[in-house]
Every structure is written in C-alpha cells, then in structure tokens.
C-alpha cells in the first residue's frame, strides 16, 4: 500500500473523471499533493493482520429491517420537481445525452 | 425575558403552566440569534416567521388546555443538515445553497410533535465535513468564549448557539467527532447516541454507516430529554434500531457506587495538553468519590482509527455526494451546453474544498485495483477496533477520555493542512467506528479560561450510564464559569 | 474450419410488486410524468432505502424454481455510475453477495430437454427513463428503483436458438411463478448477451463481447447469429475481436460497438450502508417453497405421461398456467383428455387468435367446453352440431348459459327416437320415389343422397348410426 507514487496528477485527472468534478490547474496540483500526503498516512494499516477479519461494513450487527408491499404515496409530481433547475412539464430537463 | 438559567424540562413546563409564553421565550430566542449573527454566525437561516407563527399556536393549544409535549415552546436550533420543509437546508454548501425540501428528517417531526420551536437553521462544515467550522461556504463560525477561536465542528453553529445562550438545546450530528468536539469547544454538553439509536431519514447523508444525530445542550439534562424526544425506530431507516427508548431525562446525580471506569492507556499519552489532562483527571476523581472503580486498560488499535475512518467515511461520501449533480435540484451550472459538462461544472463549482477533497479520496479509494487495500482493509480494522471495545466492556461499564488533546484552537490555524485537522479526531473516531454512543461535557478550563470537555463512552444502546455518569460529574464540578460572550 | 458459438445470457425481469424496491412508491405503469416518484427514488437529500419483502420473496421463489442455493447472508452494494437516469448516482444491487448461486434450467430445444446453469440471480434497481430531443433530453423516473431480478446463465448455450428458447421457457416460469408478466415490448424482460466464438475442438473460450438491448426473441437468435458471424468473419480474416461491449439494433440486423474495454466503466461497487445485511433463514426459504408450482416442463412430463399426449401438444398447454389449468379443469370434467386437447389446441386457440385474447378471456369457459365433451361423448349431440354450438358460443352471446340450457334452448338435441326418424325417413321417401326405385334397382349410390336430405330435415339433428340403420332398413325392405 505504499502510496505515494500511486498519485500523480493523471491519477488526479482520472480520479475526477470518475467523480465527475471539474478541477481547477491549482485544484490538480494541491489535491495531488494532499491525496498523497494521506494516502501515505492510511497505508500504516497495511501493519495490521486482517487474515480472516470479516469486513466491519456498518456500525451495528443488526440484520435490515423489511418494508410491505403497501403503496403509500408521499409526494406530488410538483413537489418533487419543485426544486428542479429547468424542467418540462413535469419532467426534469437535460442538456442532450446523446 | 431570561431562559438562561432554565432548563429544556423547565422552560417546557413552565409554558405548559402558563408561567412563561412560548411566544415570549421564542421571540426572545429569535432576538438573540439575529443580534449574534454578526459575531457568531451560527446560523445559516433563522426561521423568524415561522417559529413566531409556531409559537403561537403552541399558546393557543395551552391556552386551550391541551398537553403539547416534553418539549412544549422550547426554542430549539437544529444544525442545517436536517431537512426542514418548506425551509432552506444548504449542508453549509453551495450545491444546495437554495434547496427547499418538500419533506422533514423524522428528528424534525419528533421534535415538532414534542412541541419544540425550531428558531433557525445552524452553520457547520460543509456537508458536516470537517472539526473546525472553517469549511461553510457560509463562513467561518466563532467559539463565544473567544472569538478569534473555532467553536470546533462540524456541528459549530449548533454548539455555538447554545454556549451563546441562544437556545438552551440544539440538535447537531456527529460522523467522527462531530457533536462531541465542538460541545468539548464549547463548554457544552453532547451526545453522539449510539448508531442506530436516532433516525437518519432525511439528514443529508455524509458517511452513512457513521452518521447519527444527538442533541447538544446547557446541562446533561437537557440532553437527556432531547434525546429521548428523538430515539426511536423509524421504518424509514433501515439502519434504526428497535431498541426500548429509557426515560434518559429521569437520571439524577447520585452516587455511583459499583461503576466500573476504564481509563484507556492510548488515549491517555504524551501529546495532550497539560490543562487537557489536569481536568480530566479533575472528572475521573468526581466519579472516583462517587464510588465508582477506576482502572486502566487498553484499547490497542486506537493508534489506526483515523486511517480507518479516513478512508470509509470518504467512500461512503463519494457515492453519498454522487446525488448532487445539478439535474434534480441544487446548483446548476449557467454555462454547460452538454451533460457532461453539466455534471462537472456543476461538481466542481458547486462543491467545495473538502468535499471535493473526500470525493477525490474516496472514489480513489474504490476505485478499480484499489478497493481491497483500502476500503477492505479499513473495514478489517474497524472490526478490530470494535473488538477493543467489546473486549473492554466485559471489563468496565463506562469509558473515560479526554474528547481533543488541547482546547478551540484559532481560526485559520490548521484549515491549510487537511491531515493536521484529521489528526484532531484520534480520540473521537474509534468510538464511531464501533458504532457506540459517547457524551462529551465540560469538566474545566484552561488557564486562559476556554473550556475542556471529558468524554465518556459506553456500550451499544448504553446511553443512560453515560448520562448518569455525566450528571455526577456535572453535579459536582468544582467551578462552573461564565461565557464572557453576552447578549 | 469449422467454428463453435458459446453464448450465456444474462436476463433483466421486471418483478410484479406492487411498490418499488426501496420505496413505497407505486409501479403502475402508464401514468403521469413522475407520478410515481418521491425523494427516495429521485434521491433528495436525506432518503432512505427500506427494502420491499416481497421482493426477497420473488428472489428466493425464482432461485427455487431455477434449482439455485439460497444463501443465507446477502448483502446488497452500491454500482457507482452517473447518467441522468440514475438519480443517486449508483444504482443499489447485489454484487458480492447475491441471493441465489449455482443453479440449472432445463427446457426442450426442438423437442429435446437441454440444462443449462444458472450462476446466479440478484436483486437491483431499475433507472428511471431519459427521452432525447435534440437539444435536450427529458427524465421520467417513474421507473426509478422498480425492482428487477438479474438473472445470469453460465455460458453454456452453443447456438443462437438454443439461447432464444431458454429465453423462452425462461419466460414462461417467470409466468408460472408470477413474479414477472414477461412483457418484453414493454422492456419488462429484456436481455444481453455474452457471445464468443472458437473453432470446433479448441477448449480455450474466445474473448467475449457482450450485445446489450435484446428485446424480443426473434432478436435473441438474430443479434447472437449476426455477432457469432461477425466474430468469425474477423477471425478468418486474421484479425482478432476486441472485447467490447456492443448495440443491437434490430432495425439494421447488426451490432454497433458501444465502448471498448478500456473505456469500461469502473462501477467501484461497495456494499451498501445503507441497507444492513439481510438475513434469509431456512424456515423463510421452507414457507417460500410451499408456494413453488409446479413448473412447465414437469407439468408437460405429467400431461404426456398421464392424459397420454403427445410432447408437441403438451408442450403447447403447458407453455402458459392459464392455459394448462383450462386444459385440466376440461379433461377432469369431460374425463376425455384427447377430445380437450383436441379442442383446444383446434377450436379455441383458432378462435382465441381470431380474437385477439388470451385463454383468461376465453369466451367458452372450460366447463362449458367439457360439457359439450360430455354431451358429444354420450351422443346426446352430434360431432356437427358441437361445432355449431362452439361457434356460437365463441361469439360471447351464452355467457352464464350451461350447454345443457344452450342445447335444449335451441333444441339441439340429438334425436335417437327412432319412431321421430322413421317419420323423417317416411316422408322424405315419399317425396324422392325416384330415387327410391333408382336404389332399388341397385344404383347403391343415391343412399348418400337420403342420409343427406334426412339429416337435413332433421337439421343436423339425427343420430347418424340410426338414420343409417334405419334407412338402409327401409330401402331395402320395399313398402
């Protein structure tokens, strides 16, 4: 896990086409920077033995808690995009997809 | 008009018999929000109208001699990370800097139905991301004990408004540290419950297996009640749990001969600050002369907790954070002409700092090739450091440390170095990760009088021993000082 | 050189829940834009998921049917990507855990049973719909979070029509079970394909290219066929296939690459927080196996083996539940299993097609359709007059009549009476004495002519054994 030549600014450029963040130049710079910084500090769990350690997913051993099949209706078409930027009808507007 | 020296429990009574109007003690409430704000800045929007509207209604229900609830006209601050309907819920962010939700968090409606008056909306990090306040993109927040200083995060607004005599209680959430610390700040009392104890529906997810809101307050009593107002299953969450809800707000100092106190040896090391150490050991005597037994033990992979917790949370933020995206609400990009553009314009320009920072982490984190040395192996761990606190149970009922190594610290002093600011959490995310429930109080001062809090730590579900332990050490704490911030 | 096609499918099938997978939001198809959808499943901030039961129910029905393990930890992960369409920017599935493993279906390709394995089958999310006009495009999610079923074969098929009839009988257990109307058009189950191709012997899979879209049957076989063509047509041209993910479109018969592998999404799945593990114990699998019908192909063993059918028309009344029940309740009731067979698979699939219906809508109600059996077999009326009868029945106008009241209401009787024949016969000789003489002097031939006029008379009613009788007994035996 050793970590810091695992971020190099293409990592960062990759990483926020992922994301789907547009970054600043300086943005790039600083978060190269800074990722390897912490990256470098989190790979001291690669001291820790894991063998056999069931991943720890949620803080509670609890097991879901199930829904019925009943339909409850909660809000309007118009309060659901009433917080939309640009809609149609009751439609959410897009730039194109395609 | 003057609530500070009352209690949440009293204030409520003392409206249901008519000795006070909620209107009297709301639009009290509402003046000292807005004549702070310049200074403090504790609240991202004050909910004027609709409080004052509230609080009448409340009267009149009195009036009419119908029972209202526990919480019956108590002004309240709720950290703007819950949803409110009809009202304003930013997160502190620019992303959903005008977003007004159609519906309320389950806390709000608990709160509502118990009859408390939410006065306004409180400032905190941007998407509760963060241990100082810095990171609002509704500014910075400052401690009423020193201006100069952070009121700790990332619920600083909620912390701030009830150290500032603003509301006697407030509602905070807490992901790594986030009620604890700045009530520790503050000179307040706040409860992390234990994960699943409180709803999350409709809190603004940051770090789902992490997130839990808890009620930050004057007195450890106050606490008490707001969150046995607020416990419950809720079939909206999942992750709630169906456990009994005790009446936290009946528990009185007493003595608390047989309680067994585990001091952790980790936690306890070189590089806290001696005022720090001299008022918890001040704590650890109180409980000490209230009969309970004290020993040491340990807690081994404490030293890991925030790598663990640095990368989970962020994992779970970069999916949680993948919502904001400029096409069902929020901020929306002007000038993007594609989807694609949409989406990362809307992104970058509507996130800031330290989100984008987790997102970028995050996804990195999970990202293909990656996954099992990182997000694997940090949920490895968590389950070893749920095991120190398991272990240490069968030991001891309640666990005592400090909450931070040294007091507020000043404004602008870490918010240049992301990894110093994480390193401010050591002692507040092993408890998280494990899921348990923590109380943080004050317990002294330092020698230029900012407050330093103790934290104590139980077992799942196991919240009334900590309000026991902490209304003893409340009880008798040697001195008691005032905020110099007045309104 | 001769080449190999390996194929394995993975199905998408909508379920029949009343409410989607995480939220109380209906699934009724059809209505208003985003009528359907609350801040779960357009993701405001702050919503929840909460699991829908019944769909674990589906789930574990469906894994029993197809043969699979239930497992008992099930765990349901986050499938990281953005479009539009997908309102949180993942969609909740099931990833490392899913519910049912290691399963097989068989079902007949050309009358012969083949298995093929299941490898898996999980639960997950629809996305909500985008439409594109130009300049922008539009998002409906009220099919945002409907819950699916993913339903993965091993890659076991080796010819396009292999694939399309498992995807078929696939179809149809979905049916049987209830858990999906099998609505295809409606992209109610749709599927992609995983196809490659190696020559014959060689025991290395080739690489794979996965043809999403297939929404139809006939595009199952078509778009493997054309791909498996393609592939080999690279192969023999020296060339190598690049593994990718490509387009159907059945307009063009052909598939269109859609993104390379390098331009692979990286979907960082996690498992969900959200949702906390689901715990499925046997006594829950127990219940959910009391409720198993019996399936297709063992329900189309049963038809051949105990009404004595042939495989073809057993596989036609058992293809749906509805239609095997009909049968059922008329063979029982007749107690003449070929004679309803025969109906059915005759008349009343003819007419149901004439129609345009499903047996549901019968317009003869599988009792009515074994009584006229009944009534055939005690030769209270005729083979001919039961074909009138059913064509009139078919045009809906006896609904709630019993064939006995159809019959004696319209005197459809047969008449066995053989004095009421004799004074048919009487008269009709009578007026042909011709004729009569004609047989007479030993033109054989004209005895058709009376059976004719005397059925005719008696509109079709005579019992056709006593008219021969009896009129070959009065023409012979000379008044």
């Not at chain 2, 509507?350 to 099992?372: H, Q, V």
């Not at chain 3, 199952?220 to 060339?239: M, N, P």
Request: proline share 4%.
């Amino acid at each position: 896990m050793s970590s810091q030549s695992q971020i190099d600014k293409k990592t960062i450029q990759k990483i926020a086409s992922l994301a789907q963040l547009a970054l600043t130049a300086k943005e790039e710079d600083l978060y190269t920077t800074q990722l390897g910084q912490i990256l470098n500090y989190v790979s001291q769990l690669s001291e820790v033995n894991t063998e056999n350690i069931e991943p720890m997913v949620t803080a509670t051993e609890m097991l879901v808690t199930f829904r019925e099949d009943e339909v409850k209706k909660m809000l309007t078409p118009d309060e659901v995009l009433s917080n939309a930027p640009e809609r149609s009808g009751h439609l959410f507007k897009v730039p194109p997809v395609l | 008009m003057d609530f500070d020296k009352l209690s949440v429990k009293t204030i409520a009574e003392k409206i249901q018999n008519k000795e006070l109007k909620a209107q009297e003690v709301v639009a009290e409430s509402l003046n000292r929000a807005k004549k702070s704000q310049k200074d403090l800045n504790s609240f991202i929007t004050i909910c004027e109208a609709e409080a004052l509207k509230k609080a009448e209604q409340i009267d009149k229900q009195v009036s009419g001699g119908k029972g209202v609830g526990p919480l019956c006209g108590v002004p309240v601050a709720v950290k703007d990370i819950l949803l409110t309907k009809g009202i304003k819920t930013t997160a502190a962010s620019k992303i959903l800097g005008n977003f007004i939700p159609p519906y309320s968090s389950t806390v709000v409606e608990k709160l509502e139905r118990a009859g408390a008056v939410i006065i306004g909306k409180t400032n905190l990090d941007e998407f509760a991301m963060g241990a100082s306040n810095e990171n609002s993109a509704f500014g910075v927040v400052k401690n009423p004990w020193d201006l100069t200083r952070v009121p700790g995060g990332s619920s600083g607004g909620s912390a701030a408004a009830v150290a500032a005599k603003i509301t006697p209680a407030s509602i905070g959430t807490d992901t790594g540290g986030s009620i604890r610390e700045p009530a520790n700040f503050c000179g307040i009392v706040g409860i992390k419950p234990t994960y699943g104890r409180v709803s999350r529906f409709g809190v603004v997810a940051f770090a789902s297996s992490l997130d839990q809101v808890g009620p930050m307050a004057d007195t450890v009593e106050s606490a008490a009640l707001m969150l046995e107002v607020i416990s419950g299953k809720d079939e909206k969450d999942s992750t709630s749990a169906n456990v009994a809800v005790e009446e936290f707000s009946k528990i009185k100092a007493k003595d608390v001969k047989g309680l067994r106190v585990g001091l952790p040896k980790e936690y306890f090391v070189d590089g806290i600050e001696a005022d720090v150490k001299k008022s918890v050991e001040e704590a650890i005597k109180i409980l000490k002369d209230a009969g309970a037994q004290v020993k040491e033990i340990s807690l081994p992979m404490t030293k890991h907790g925030i790598a663990v917790y640095y990368l989970i949370a962020p994992c779970e933020a970069s999916a949680n954070l993948s919502r904001y995206d400029g096409i069902r609400f929020g901020y929306r990009s002007s000038d993007a002409t594609s989807l694609e553009e949409l989406y990362k314009r809307s992104r970058g320009e509507g996130f800031g700092a330290e989100p984008k920072r987790r997102i970028m982490l995050g996804t990195f984190a999970l990202s293909s090739g990656y996954y099992d040395a990182y997000y694997k192996k940090a949920c490895q761990v968590r389950r070893l450091i749920k095991e120190d606190f398991d272990k240490a149970f069968t030991q001891v009922d309640v666990i005592v440390t400090p909450v931070t190594t040294g007091p507020a610290f000043k404004i602008g002093d870490k918010s240049s170095d992301p990894l110093a600011m994480y390193l401010n959490d050591i002692f507040t995310l092993p408890p998280s990760l494990a899921g348990i429930p923590g109380i943080s109080l004050n317990c002294g001062y330092t020698k230029q009088g900012l407050p330093i809090g103790v934290q104590l730590l139980s077992n799942h579900f196991e919240e009334a021993k900590l309000i026991q332990a902490g209304c003893v050490i409340e009880a008798n704490q040697k001195e008691v000082k005032k905020v110099p911030y007045g309104l | 050189m001769d080449y190999e096609t390996i194929v394995g499918l993975e199905v998408h099938a909508q379920l029949l829940t009343n409410t989607k997978l995480f939220c109380a939001c209906s699934t009724e198809f059809g209505v208003g834009d985003n009528e359907n959808t609350c801040p779960i499943c357009t993701a405001m901030p702050g919503a929840l998921p909460v699991l829908n039961k019944r769909v674990v129910d589906f789930a574990i029905l469906t894994g029993l049917a197809l043969n699979c393990k239930i497992r008992s930890h099930n765990v349901f992960a986050r499938k990281n990507y953005f479009y539009p369409d997908l309102p949180k920017g993942y969609q909740i599935s099931q990833f490392e855990d899913p519910i049912c493993v290691g399963g097989k279906l068989s079902f007949l390709n050309e009358g012969k049973e083949e298995t093929i394995g299941i490898t898996r089958i999980h639960m997950e999310e629809d996305a909500g719909k985008s439409t594109h006009h130009g300049t922008f495009s539009l998002i409906n999610l009220n099919r945002s979070s409907v819950p699916l079923l993913e339903i993965v074969s091993e890659p076991d098929f080796r010819s396009p029509k292999q694939a399309a009839e498992y995807m078929r009988y696939l179809r149809s257990v979905l049916l049987y079970l209830g858990v999906c109307d099998g609505n295809m058009e409606e992209g109610n189950l749709r599927c992609d394909a995983n196809v490659s191709v190696r020559k014959k012997g060689e025991t290395k899979f080739g690489t794979r290219v996965e043809i999403k879209n297939i929404n139809s049957f006939r595009f199952v076989e078509k778009a493997i066929e054309y791909e498996a063509g393609r592939q080999i047509d690279l192969i023999e041209s020296g060339q190598k296939v690049s593994q990718e993910t490509r387009l159907y479109d059945p307009d063009k018969n052909r598939t269109i690459s859609m993104r390379s592998k390098e331009e692979a999404h990286d979907y960082r799945y996690f498992p969900d927080p959200d949702l906390l593990p689901i715990s499925v114990d046997n006594q829950w699998v127990e219940k959910i196996k009391n409720m198993l019908p019996e399936l297709p192909l063992e329900k189309l063993k049963r038809f051949m083996k105990e009404y004595n059918l042939p495989q073809y028309d057993s596989e036609i009344l058992t293809d749906k539940k509805e239609m095997a029940l009909y049968f059922e309740e008329v063979a029982k009731n007749s107690k003449n299993p070929k004679a309803a067979s025969n109906w059915i698979m005759g008349d009343l699939l003819r007419i149901l097609n004439e129609q345009k219906k499903d047996i549901t809508q019968a317009p003869i109600t599988a009792r009515q359709l074994a009584d006229l059996i009944l009534n055939i077999d005690s030769a209270k009326i005729s083979g001919k007059i039961a074909k009138t009868l059913f064509d009139e029945l078919a045009t809906g106008k006896h609904a709630g009549l019993s064939i006995d009241e159809i019959i004696s209401k319209n005197n459809l009787a047969q008449v066995t009476d053989t004095k009421a024949i004799e004074v048919v016969i009487d008269k009709i000789m009578t007026a042909n004495s011709g004729q009569v003489e004609q047989y007479r002097a030993g033109k054989e031939k004209v005895f058709g002519f009376f059976v004719g006029q005397v059925m005719k008379e008696m509109k079709g009613q005579g019992n056709p054994q006593i008219v021969n009788d009896l009129l070959k007994k009065k023409l012979k035996g000379g008044e």
